[in-house]
Nanobody, 127 residues
Framework: QVHLVESGGGLVQAGGSLRLSCAAS????????MGWFRQAPGKEREFVAA????????DYANSVKGRFTISRDGAKNTVFLQMNSLKPEDTAVYYC????????????????????WGQGTQVTVSS
């Protein structure tokens, strides 16, 4: 079992920045692809960004490309989401997810493929 805990959410004005963190604990041996998803009120959960176990491959939703950056630390147990130029439409609960993979370069973008989820952190962007 892998336990994920997100942090770093909060209230920020449009144009501002936030950095989300996701710390993994438990059975973290092996290769895990990681991702960030978000869910706004009344909307379905949507893909934001993903990173491979190696850290060398990433993917982003079109809506955040050029503004958000996903990364992971050297120990591979913490994943970050740097969010710049935030917009009111970025307001949502942001969730971290982990997927046990064989390929260290695989990026996972489908929510249904992820095995573990955090409880989420609220991001609110005011206009």
């Amino acid at each position: 079992q892998v336990h994920l805990v997100e942090s770093g959410g909060g209230l920020v004005q449009a144009g501002g920045s936030l950095r989300l963190s996701c710390a993994a604990s438990g059975r973290t041996f092996g290769s895990y692809a990681m991702g960030w998803f978000r869910q706004a009120p009344g909307k379905e959960r949507e893909f934001v960004a993903a990173i491979s176990w190696s850290g060398g491959n990433t993917d982003y939703a079109n809506s955040v490309k050029g503004r958000f950056t996903i990364s992971r630390d050297g120990a591979k147990n913490t994943v970050f989401l740097q969010m710049n130029s935030l917009k009111p439409e970025d307001t949502a609960v942001y969730y971290c997810a982990a997927d046990r993979v064989i390929s260290q370069t695989r990026v996972v973008v489908k929510a249904a493929d992820y095995d573990y989820w955090g409880q989420g952190t609220q991001v609110t962007v005011s206009s």
